[in-house]
């Protein structure tokens, strides 16, 4: 069976180790295709999103081979330019490969990628800024190829709104572009910087990592290298609110506490207590929440969308009304009809606010998760309510997290899968 069944009410205790971040690497992954060497990057999730990107990696050549947390990446050979199935258009980081085939061989055809259902996740800035970069692109019905007849050429690019996974395309297009690529109002989130740091360790040369402008000077050589991808901030900060609702005393093992101010400062809003240290974050809370008079998500270092489903679980049993605004997808509030059904108290307004009216306690139910953080948000009020919760599409939820029942067992919770 693809669930996750909780039987709820447990406060957490104890400690777990976050694991690496599914968002860093897999534009890491689609980098070592530029490298005609071998890479080994360190802990890396064991998730299904990575099993994918190794698919695709593997379909067009590459050699890849996992020991515990490290994966090898063996990319001196590259035999194949198309890419379909459900590897591309089941995971929205697909389309970083884009960029990096473009760099490598100049020639690419791939299905049109997929990704969770919230919103529409267009493409257009990422072709459009590959297009400037001398990239023709022919579209087909569900396809598309892209192809450099020369090499491509540094521009300066400036994109209309902040974009991550575009962003990462133009760096991977740039390294390998001729001359140089000034890349302006580029996404500032911790991924990025990621991407960049291990491209500069292989040799590429960019400043302003960061920064909302990058420049990237094209035609560095790049070298195979051994890198250590940085824990997940998301599965984080999902931890450090579940026990938020479930009340209880927690240590989160390398949790990226810089990266995780927002979150930080939420979670004293509603009343934990947060203790940061160089090994990870500790969070003491009890069954007392306040609500948050208005949140909005943000663009890096804002309050991270993918955090917006497992708050909003936390505070259907916060003390007064909050009001989540979402910014950055039009359509991420899957999860209000199943929290509905567990007792919460939510009133949608259009499609980008929510008000939060704290009820005593939800009530634990059969529940479905449409996609991977609502999916997590769920577990978190799985946790929190009383009696069982079957919480059914597993699958979403091993997109970003390792063993996410494994976790929750650790720190006291009635879970299991089945
Ligand atoms: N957008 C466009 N045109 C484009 C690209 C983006 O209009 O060509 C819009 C999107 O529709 C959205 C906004 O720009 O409204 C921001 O999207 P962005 O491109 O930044 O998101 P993404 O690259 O598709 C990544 C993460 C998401 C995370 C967002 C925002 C990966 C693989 N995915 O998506 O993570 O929510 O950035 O931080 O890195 C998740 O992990 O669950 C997840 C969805």
Redesign the pocket.
């Known amino acids: 069976m693809d669930a996750i069944h909780i039987r709820g009410g447990n406060a957490l205790f104890g400690e777990t180790k976050i694991q690496g971040s599914?968002?860093?690497v897999?534009?890491v992954m689609a980098a070592a295709l530029l490298i005609q060497d071998v890479c080994i990057i360190e802990n890396c999730p064991r998730i299904s999103?990575v099993y994918h990107m190794q698919q695709l990696l593997e379909s067009i050549g590459c050699r890849v081979g996992w020991a515990e947390s490290t994966l090898t990446i063996d990319a001196r050979n590259i035999s194949h330019d198309t890419m379909s199935g459900d590897n591309v258009t089941g995971?929205?980081?697909s389309?970083?490969l884009l960029g990096a085939m473009l760099g490598r061989t100049g020639e690419v055809t791939m299905a049109y990628?997929g990704?969770?259902v919230?919103?529409?996740?267009?493409?257009?800035?990422?072709?459009?800024a590959l297009r400037k970069m001398g990239v023709a692109i022919y579209e087909k019905e569900g396809c598309f190829t892209a192809r450099t007849e020369k090499k491509m050429e540094g521009t300066v690019i400036r994109f209309?709104?902040?974009?991550?996974?575009?962003?990462?395309n133009v760096i991977l297009a740039g390294v390998m572009a001729k001359g140089v690529t000034v890349l302006q109002n580029a996404?500032k989130?911790p991924?990025i910087v990621t991407l960049c740091e291990f491209l500069r360790d292989a040799g590429a040369v960019i400043e302003g990592i960061g920064g909302s402008v990058l420049i990237i000077q094209g035609g560095h050589g790049l070298h195979g290298i051994k890198f250590r991808i940085p824990a997940d901030r998301?599965v984080a900060g999902t931890y450090l609110f579940s026990v938020i609702g479930t009340g209880g005393n927690i240590f989160l093992e390398d949790a990226p506490t810089a990266q995780m101010r927002s979150m930080i400062q939420a979670a004293e809003e509603i009343g934990a207590q947060i203790h940061v240290t160089s090994e990870g974050i500790h969070v003491i809370a009890d069954e007392h929440r306040r609500a948050v008079p208005y949140l909005k998500t943000e663009?890096?270092p804002g309050f991270?969308?993918?955090m917006q489903s497992p708050l909003m679980a936390v505070l259907t049993t916060a003390q007064g009304v909050s009001v989540i605004e979402e910014a950055?997808?039009?359509d991420?509030f899957h999860i209000i009809g199943q929290l509905e059904k567990m007792g919460a108290c939510i009133e949608q307004q259009g499609k980008r606010q929510a008000v939060v009216i704290g009820v005593d306690s939800l009530l634990g139910c059969e529940v479905t998760a449409r996609?991977?953080?609502g999916g997590a948000g769920l577990v978190i009020a799985g946790c929190m309510a009383l009696g069982e919760t079957v919480v059914k599409n597993r699958h979403f939820i091993e997109?970003?997290y390792e063993d996410i029942c494994r976790d929750y067992r650790n720190l006291g919770a009635d879970i299991r899968t089945g």
């Open positions: 599914k968002n860093a897999l534009p999103d995971m929205r980081s389309i970083t990628p990704g969770c919230i919103g529409e996740r267009p493409i257009d800035m990422h072709l459009n209309p709104i902040s974009s991550v996974g575009a962003t990462e996404a989130e991924e998301i663009i890096y991270p969308t993918d950055i997808f039009e991420r996609e991977l953080r997109r970003g």
